[in-house]
């Protein structure tokens, strides 16, 4: 038994093999192309992603920039507007400096004014300080820009800088003249960089880093959300591919300073990685639920050609049986024919509307009939004229109620001889 279901299977194995396989190799299909597509997305979502991101940082670096630019120029309107107001307390203080009143007077207009200075000084038409006590914190990047600013024809400070010997004392400087003349005296401020530290504070969006670089070059970045760019103390500097990371950047008016957006590279891995997870997540499902499906096609195909195997096989012994008991009662048919034909009594069979369809030789010599010859014939031509109407109704009494019955009157049978007359 267990042999012969090994050969079923055995023999089943190839056609459902052939099913499998014309169904697996679409899926697998089916599946190199959702991989492709996954593949497709993730690249489009990232590259959407970046999209968005360089929008972000481009209208965060614009906003940025309105918004230094506007901080500077404030300011310098504001030691404008000073210089304007206090422009006697000023000339005098250059031509008397050590005259303590008026530098108590012009330490309370400053503290006023611009509450926010790392520093401020008096100097000469030159550029040379007025206010020893000031120079102290007067650095080098703050001379050279005295310097320059008083050998300027027009005496106008276009650009602002920043500077400082170290990042605590970080800081831009704004120059004015004090008058119109040609010797008039410099009045120098210096600001602290905590409000556009603010300003980068609040302009940054989350993954990227808004920073200030120096236009004098390029790969020093001076400023940052988190305060002085450490990089400016330690001479590093930002390498090529990190500025090719640059996602927008945009020079601030008025300034030495540009504003550019840097990408944070572990967001953007990290967004891609989930991307790449989710996708593959979604892969392993639609792998699984085929595989399931196809290992269930193979089961229920499996059973399916069993079934039809085995309902084959019930066919064909059911035909087989059918064949047999056909030829059994062919031979019947055959072996009662014989009977039938060979009796010594006359034998004859009608059919419903009483012509005869089989008669044996016995029957037709009584009525001297040849052996074929009543075939086709009705009944009433062997029955008397005088009792054919009696016949007939005994035949339709038979036929509605068949039961066994002798022929004739008192079992006595009559019949009528050939006559040409009879036949038809």
Known sequence: MINSDHNKF?????????RFVLIAVPSFILLLLVAIALGWFVQFESSSYYHTQLDLAKAAVKGTVYNLSQSVEQRRQV????????????????????????????RVSVKTHLPDNFTYLLTDHDGLPLLEEKVLKLGPECKVGLKFFSQSPDKHH????????????????????????????IFFVSFKIASLVDLLKNSQIPGQSLLVMNNASPEK???????????????????????????????VPGTGWSILALPNTDLFSEYKSKLQVRSGYAYLLLVSVLFIFLWRLWV???????????LKRSNNELELKVERRTRALEKS????????????????????AGLIELINKRAAAIFGYDDDELLGQNMDILVPD??????????EGLKNNPHTVLMGKVGICWGEKKMEKNLQ
């Open 10 to 18: 055995s023999t089943l194995m190839p056609l459902t093999l052939k």
């Open 79 to 106: 030691v404008n507007a000073l210089v304007r107001e206090d422009q006697e307390l000023l000339l005098g203080i250059a031509d008397f400096p050590v005259d303590e009143d008026n530098l108590s007077l012009l």
């Open 158 to 185: 276009e650009t602002v800088v920043m500077h400082g010997q170290s990042p605590d004392d970080y800081h831009f400087d704004v120059m004015v003249n004090v008058d119109s003349t040609q010797n008039s005296p």
């Open 221 to 251: 970045i001076e400023l940052s959300a988190e305060g002085v760019y450490q990089s400016a103390w330690f001479g590093n500097s930002l390498s090529n591919e990190i500025l090719a990371k640059v996602l927008y950047k945009e020079q």
């Open 300 to 310: 229920e195909e499996s059973s399916r050609l069993l079934a039809e195997e085995g």
């Open 333 to 352: 048919e055959q072996d009662l024919q014989k009977t039938f034909m060979s009796a010594p009594y006359g034998m004859l069979v009608i059919n419903e």
């Open 386 to 395: 005088n009792v054919r109407g009696l016949h007939a109704k005994h035949r």
